[in-house]
C-alpha cells in the first residue's frame, strides 16, 4: 500500500527557505511519479511540482518556477521541495502524492489524477 509522509514545514520568514520531504513507504519509488501540492486557508488545493519517474519536472504553479525545485532520491524512497525566496502567499499545507497512472507526470493538474496523499506538513512565511 503506498504511503508517503511529509515534513520539514515550520515557521520561516519571509525571503527565508525550507526543504521539505516526502518519505514513501509500501512500494518502490522509482516507478512513479510524484507531486507536491498545497492547499491555503479557504482556497483549495493547487498543484505545486511533479517530478517524472526519469527525473524530469514539471511546474503546476507559475508563482513558483524561479523559487522551488523538486528532486528525488529513490535510494532514500524520498522527494524533496525545495523552497526559496518564500513570500507570505506561500503558507499553506504541503502535501505529496503519487500520479495514479504511467509513469509521467500530468500536463495539467487535476487532483483525480494522484491518489495515497499524505497527512501533510504546514509552512508558514511570516515575520
Known amino acids: 500500500q503506498l504511503q508517503f509522509v511529509e515534513s520539514g514545514g515550520g515557521l520561516v520568514q519571509p525571503g527565508g527557505s525550507l526543504r521539505l520531504s516526502c518519505v514513501a513507504s509500501g512500494f518502490t519509488l522509482d516507478y512513479y511519479s510524484i507531486g507536491w501540492f498545497r492547499q491555503a486557508p479557504g482556497k483549495e488545493r493547487e498543484g505545486v511540482l511533479c517530478?517524472?519517474?526519469?527525473?524530469?519536472?514539471?511546474y503546476y504553479a507559475d508563482s513558483v518556477t524561479d523559487r522551488f525545485t523538486i528532486f528525488r532520491d529513490n535510494a532514500k524512497s524520498t522527494v524533496y521541495l525545495e523552497m526559496n525566496s518564500l513570500k507570505p502567499e506561500d503558507t499553506a499545507l504541503y502535501y505529496c502524492a503519487a500520479v495514479r497512472y504511467g509513469r509521467t507526470c500530468p500536463s495539467s493538474y487535476y487532483e483525480a489524477d494522484f491518489g495515497s496523499w499524505g497527512q501533510g506538513t504546514q509552512v508558514t512565511v511570516s515575520s
Open positions: 517530478i517524472s519517474s526519469r527525473g524530469v519536472s514539471r
